[in-house]
């Protein structure tokens, strides 16, 4: 089942096109790289995808709805997006930040700790004290308060030792594998990426450059680095 | 002992007035990244809606009344009425003003709220019969003896009443889901957002029940503090004082801060009833309480004040520095003496005022557009200059020009000194440290009789070389002699003005108003640029003060009161803050001016001149921040770059 449908989407920021044409699908349970240089779209891409950016043509759906410009909605819908900014209060505790996520009906704001066990002693510190792996631990676990259905995921890495990455990763295939949760990652680490996705989509001056099953990149690292450095297919 | 009690007691209800006021701002700084310097007339919208019901019985809107009781309206009704009206207020304030500026600059938020606040002032004399002083009673008229005094219960209710407000806003904040979500968004509203709440809707929340809260402890207090048609307006500096003592952050310390400045302007006046108490002190100096408390608050925690995580940064107005063409200058030239020669009577003078007005405007421009500091204080940098020619004439004889430069010099004396606290204290901070600076200015030395002669302060005609350059001869309300010695000295100082703006000294002033600390790592002094700033502002108002003296011979607190000075900055900002003609364009609306002559004598209608230029200034500074000089400019560039592509394309 498809949670997340781009077609034919064009945004960006003023007069300049960030992204154009792009169509990128999602599968429940489904965890899709999208990969690519700087400057290539992929934050241009989740930011739509939630509407923080209203797409110049094309449509987003998600969930069987069409993504309009209120993101606090869209959220409380069950896309969900965790920034490369992390969307975490540093100035809250960590409980007052999962608290927060938490909403009335849902799970408790303690359940995130049972992913995320290495939080649980942290709880009342102030989150500007934490480390850059812990808070980006938070992230997620205020994400997964938020019940996601669809998963935007920016950069996880950003600043974090490569040993914390191979922590968080697999965390995020667990909601994938456990709760069916479709999601979107946004990863400079190539391999690490490919290692916890069914699919990669490389990204290349906003425009899709290679779209292959994860196993198939991680055997063909050229057309990858291809990819990256936009070369044509034809120049093969 | 008693009667310190009884004092400190009485405080009580105009402190819980300005307790409320500071509850609420920090609310809404918590809410929004917003200071609101209309707070104070939400109070008293409420104020005089409850009073006009308890009178007449007539529900007065801002357009139109409804006639609810034949008598006056039983007192659950003007209190509940009264409270919606100021509820209502706000959350307009909220919705068509402040919300769409969210991602603006300081300037505009300041420039926005000052405008409502103007709005209200003006509209209110206008819409109630203002010449009540009393309201009705509305609480018990019973006492208790506390410590040998007899407290009134009334100002004992508005004590309770304000802590009640601060708890309840206190505990909001701090244990409620939607709370926590509101403190979270003073950090980052995208991460708010993102988290499935709607920052608009957490700051409604705020807007409504900080907007009734204010409209009811004003409502409530009025009847002991007596209906006045300004007076609440400007309790919002207390207000901001009790909140910038509380460093935006805790509504419990602001209530404190606000009940304990309400008690020991309270004390003051008890203190000057003594011998020992010096006739100086005697009149105004509450009024200085609120400044020095701001500067103090300020100066003590200026780094710790909350900064919002602007995510969007709103751009600035864009400035193009003069370019110094002979020909626009000298046509301007052309039409304002051409405007001299050919007008007479109350019309000249307009022309006059005009011209003199644009002068003040351009200390505005250099500080404000040009600096990025925004001061609400030019007019008492111009009263100053005004006050001082009236020593400098009548008691010092000092002959023109030279009495034009002494005052100037004394209000750039000034000018620097309230230039200080701008070195550590940035955007809407200073707005308040100038505002309550003001204010301060107004009451304690214009206004003081101690300082300020009763009948008014007099100032000689100006002479040069045995011509009499006097603004008065016979009937004649304005000679063309004066009006042409205004001409030179503030075209003199016009070209003088251009020409530092247009070269390193304006550049200077552009690098510090775009990012301070960029400025210092390309070599840029910001301390001495921001004084230096200060100093040729000031000089200019004053220099346009002393104008206004010698055009008017003498000189009283209305003269320079704090709503010409907020109506001035109105017309510079809806004329373009950020360019020379911007500054005369301001000066031909300014108060006084041509177009209030125009309102006046050919439309009659005067009296709506204030509500005009704040309502002009609110949709300014949201629709339009780059004035009517700033879109004119964009206009003429889209169309000669059209023009380009079409002679390209042929």
Redesign the interface.
């Known amino acids: 089942m498809t949670v997340l449908e781009m077609r034919g989407v064009t945004a960006g920021y003023g007069s300049a096109a960030a992204v154009r044409d792009l169509d990128l699908t999602v599968a429940a349970g489904e965890v899709v790289a999208l990969l690519g240089p700087n400057g290539a779209g992929k934050t241009t891409t989740l930011k739509t995808a939630i509407g923080l950016i209203r797409p110049r043509a094309g449509e987003v759906r998600a969930l069987g709805r069409v993504v309009d410009r209120r993101v606090d909605r869209t959220t409380r819908h069950g896309v969900v997006l965790v920034p490369d900014t992390r969307a975490i209060f540093s100035g809250l505790s960590v409980r007052d930040n999962l608290r927060l996520a938490a909403r009335r009906g849902g799970p408790r704001w303690d359940s995130a700790l049972e992913r995320l066990p290495r939080l649980a002693p942290l709880v009342d510190r102030r989150v500007g004290l934490l480390s850059g792996g812990e808070q980006q631990m938070l992230a997620l676990a205020k994400a997964l308060l938020c019940r996601p259905k669809v998963l935007l995921v920016d950069e996880l890495s950003l600043g974090l030792a490569p040993v914390a990455v191979k922590e968080l990763l697999p965390v995020v295939r667990g909601l994938a594998d456990d709760l069916g949760v479709g999601v979107l990652l946004v990863e400079q680490h190539v391999d690490l990426a490919l290692g916890v996705s069914d699919r990669g989509v490389v990204l290349h001056h906003g425009r899709t450059a290679l779209e292959a099953s994860a196993a198939e990149l991680l055997a063909d690292r050229d057309a990858v680095h291809r990819a990256y450095f936009g070369a044509d297919e034809r120049n093969d | 002992m008693d009667q310190l009690v009884l004092f400190v007691s009485l405080g009580f209800t105009v402190g819980a007035v300005y307790a409320v006021i500071g509850s609420s701002l920090v609310a809404i700084h918590s809410a929004t990244g917003v200071l609101n310097f209309a707070q104070g007339s939400v109070a008293l919208w409420g104020v005089w809606v409850a009073a006009e019901l308890g009178t007449t019985g007539t529900l007065v809107l801002p357009v139109g009344e409804l006639q609810l009781t034949d008598g006056p309206a039983t007192i659950p009704v003007t209190v509940a009425l009264g409270v919606i009206s100021s509820t209502v207020l706000a959350l307009l304030l909220h919705l068509l003003v402040l919300r769409p500026l969210r991602a603006a600059p300081a300037l505009s938020q300041v420039a926005a709220s000052v405008g409502v606040m103007l709005l209200v002032a003006s509209l209110v004399p206008l819409r109630f019969d203002v010449t009540t002083t009393v309201a009705r009673p509305i609480l018990a008229d019973s006492s208790v003896t506390i410590l040998g005094a007899e407290v009134a219960v009334a100002n004992l209710v508005m004590l309770g009443l304000a802590v009640g407000v601060a708890l309840l806003l206190a505990g909001y904040l701090r244990f409620t ?1 939607w709370g ?2 509101t ?2 968004s ?3 509203e ?9 920052p608009d809707r957490l700051a409604a929340v705020v807007w409504l029940v900080t907007g009734a809260a204010t409209g009811l402890i004003a409502v409530v207090g009025s009847p002991s503090i007596g209906l006045d048609p300004l007076a609440y307006t400007f309790y919002v500096l207390p207000g901001l004082a009790a909140a910038l003592v509380a460093r935006l952050r805790s509504v419990l310390v602001a209530c404190a801060a606000g009940l304990a400045i309400g008690s020991f302007q309270s004390v003051l006046l008890l203190l000057s009833t003594y011998d020992f108490w010096p006739v100086w002190a005697q009149a105004g100096f509450g009024d200085t309480v609120p400044f020095l408390v701001v500067v103090v608050a300020l100066f003590v925690n200026g780094k710790s004040l909350p900064e919002r995580g602007g995510v969007v940064s709103g751009r600035m107005p864009a400035v193009h520095p003069p370019t110094m063409r002979a020909l626009p200058a000298l046509l301007t030239l052309a039409g304002v003496l051409a405007a001299i020669l050919l007008t007479e009577g109350s019309w000249r003078f307009g022309v006059v005022t005009s011209v003199i007005m644009a002068l003040i405007a351009l200390s505005l421009v250099v500080l404000t557009g040009y600096l990025g500091q925004i001061s609400l204080a030019a007019m008492a940098f111009a009263g100053t200059g005004g006050f001082l020619l009236s020593r400098v004439t009548t008691e010092w004889g000092i002959p023109f020009p030279l009495s034009l430069l002494v005052p100037a010099l004394g209000a750039t004396v000034l000018g620097v000194v309230v230039g200080i606290p701008a070195l550590r204290i940035r955007g809407a901070h200073l707005a308040v440290v100038t505002l309550a600076g003001a204010l301060a200015i107004q009451n304690f030395v214009f206004g003081n009789p101690a300082l300020t002669p009763y009948e008014g302060n007099l100032i000689a005609d100006p002479t040069l070389g045995g011509l009499d350059l006097g603004v008065r001869e016979g009937t004649n309300l304005t000679t063309i002699r004066f009006a042409f010695m205004v001409v030179v000295v503030v075209g003199a100082l016009t070209w003088l003005t251009a020409r530092l703006l247009s070269g390193r000294t304006g550049r200077a002033f552009l690098a510090v108003r775009s990012n301070e600390r960029a400025a210092a790592a390309a070599g840029i002094n910001v301390a001495a640029t921001k004084l230096l700033g200060f100093g040729i502002s000031a000089f200019l108002a004053g220099v346009g003060g002393c104008l206004i003296g010698y055009s008017r011979g003498q000189l009283s607190v209305e003269s320079f009161s704090i709503l010409v000075g907020l109506a001035l900055l109105c017309t510079v900002y809806v004329a373009g803050i950020t360019s020379l003609t911007g500054a005369l364009l301001a000066g031909l609306l300014a108060p006084l001016g041509v177009a209030e002559t125009f309102l006046e004598s050919s439309l009659g209608l005067g009296e709506y001149y204030n509500l005009i230029a704040a309502l002009a200034l609110v949709v300014t500074a949201v629709l339009n921040p780059v004035g009517i000089t700033g879109s004119v400019r964009a206009a003429i560039t889209h169309a000669r770059s059209r023009r380009q592509q079409h002679v390209l394309a042929a």
């Open positions: 889901r926590t979500a403190r979270a003073a950090e980052d995208v991460a708010v957002l993102l988290t499935g709440y709607s």
